[in-house]
T-cell receptor
Framework: EAQVTQNPRYLITVTGKKLTVTCSQN?????MSWYRQDPGLGLRQIYY???????DKGDVPEGYKVSRKEKRNFPLILESPSPNQTSLYFC?????????????FGNGTRLTVT | GQNIDQPTEMTATEGAIVQINCTYQ??????LFWYQQHAGEAPTFLSY????GLEEKGRFSSFLSRSKGYSYLLLKELQMKDSASYLC?????????FGSGTKLNVKP
C-alpha cells in the first residue's frame, strides 16, 4: 500500500531533550516536506526537500533540522525542544517536485513539550 | 505568506450544495489545491487548478480565477461525512502555503 509513515504518533518530552520524528514514504517520491499545524494558523511548512541531499527552509524553520540521506526517509530533528514547539506535525511527499502533484500526508505526530 | 483567506466556519444541510471561497494576495503561483481534513486526521487531496476555470471531480468541483485572486470549492449532494475542514493551498516556487481552513458542519 502506498503510504507515508510517521513515528511516533504521540510524543511527550521535556524542554531541551533532543528528539527525532521519523518519516518514510514508499512511493519513490522526490519531494518531501514537514508541516506543523496550530489552531487558527493552519498548516505551516517547516522544511522541504526536492531530492536526496537537497533541503531548504519553509516558512517556520527556526528550531528544527532535517536531513535527506535516502530518497524514502526525511526525519525531523528538534535539537533543543521548547514549549512553543508543542504542535501537530505532518510529513508529506509528492512526485515531480510537487508540481501538479498533490501531497500525500502521514498520519501526524502530536508533540507536547513541557 | 500568501495572505490566503477562507471563512472560518460554515453550516449546510445534507443533500444541499455549498460553496467554500478562498481569496489570496500573491503576484504569481504555480497552482492551487483543495484538501479535506477530518478532525484529528491527515489532509487528503480533493482538487487542483492551474489554469482559470472549473475542474470537476464527482461531487466536488473547484474554480480558479487568477485575475480576481479567487477560488472556490463546490460540494454537491452534501453527505454527513462531508463534515470536515477544507483547506485552500497555494503552490509556488517549491513551497506550499495553506489557508487556515473552513470548517464545514453538515446537519441532517
Amino acid at each position: 500500500e502506498a503510504q507515508v509513515t510517521q513515528n511516533p504518533r504521540y510524543l511527550i518530552t521535556v524542554t531541551g531533550k533532543k528528539l527525532t520524528v521519523t518519516c518514510s514514504q514508499n512511493m519513490n517520491h522526490e519531494y518531501m516536506s514537514w508541516y506543523r499545524q496550530d489552531p487558527g494558523l493552519g498548516l505551516r511548512q517547516i522544511y522541504y526537500s526536492m531530492n536526496v541531499e537537497v533541503t531548504d527552509k519553509g516558512d517556520v524553520p527556526e528550531g528544527y533540522k532535517v536531513s535527506r540521506k535516502e530518497k524514502r526517509n526525511f526525519p525531523l530533528i528538534l535539537e533543543s525542544p521548547s514549549p512553543n514547539q508543542t504542535s501537530l506535525y505532518f510529513c508529506a511527499s509528492s512526485s515531480r517536485s510537487g508540481r501538479n502533484s498533490p501531497l500525500h500526508f502521514g498520519n501526524g505526530t502530536r508533540l507536547t513539550v513541557t | 505568506g500568501q495572505n490566503i483567506d477562507q471563512p472560518t466556519e460554515m453550516t449546510a444541510t445534507e443533500g444541499a450544495i455549498v460553496q467554500i471561497n478562498c481569496t489570496y494576495q500573491t503576484s504569481g503561483f504555480n497552482g492551487l489545491f483543495w484538501y479535506q481534513q477530518h478532525a484529528g486526521e491527515a489532509p487528503t487531496f480533493l482538487s487542483y487548478n492551474v489554469l482559470d476555470g472549473l475542474e470537476e471531480k464527482g461531487r466536488f468541483s473547484s474554480f480558479l480565477s487568477r485575475s480576481k485572486g479567487y477560488s472556490y470549492l463546490l460540494l454537491k449532494e452534501l453527505q454527513m461525512k462531508d463534515s470536515a475542514s477544507y483547506l485552500c493551498v497555494l503552490f509556488n516556487f517549491n513551497k506550499f502555503y495553506f489557508g487556515s481552513g473552513t470548517k464545514l458542519n453538515v446537519k441532517p
